[in-house]
């Protein structure tokens, strides 16, 4: 079975108006209409970099105990957290395996490894 959510702690952590602090979360896959759509936002058609901002705001299921995540809430996160949604973005929906068999060629045993892949 596909796996489309994943559960993420952020390094510092989203504080709310009240001062709760909401660390952990869930992303879910990204499907076109989550990076078609936004393109079309106002915000997107004058400054490109806040297509970001969209695009983690339709795909971030639940923060902390937040149920509805909005552009609001992802512009007000510390960069470090926005750096690690990004990563976690590009990770989940890059669509290659990062992991590649690999072969000792000191004692032939065979195992998986971690590549980093272009871009990454």
Sequence with gaps: MLQTEFEFTLPKG????????????LMRLANASDEILPVKDPR???????????V??????????LQS??????????VADLNFLQDLYQKINGGGSSRVKV???KCGESFEEEIALPGE
């Design 14 to 25: 989203y504080v709310d108006e009240n001062g709760n602090l909401h660390q952990k979360g």
């Design 44 to 54: 997107v058609q004058r400054n490109p970099a806040y297509l970001t901002i969209i």
């Design 56 to 65: 983690l705001s339709r795909v971030i299921v639940r923060l902390g105990d």
């Design 69 to 78: 995540i909005n552009p609001g809430i992802i512009e007000k996160l510390f």
């Design 103 to 105: 072969t000792c060629p």
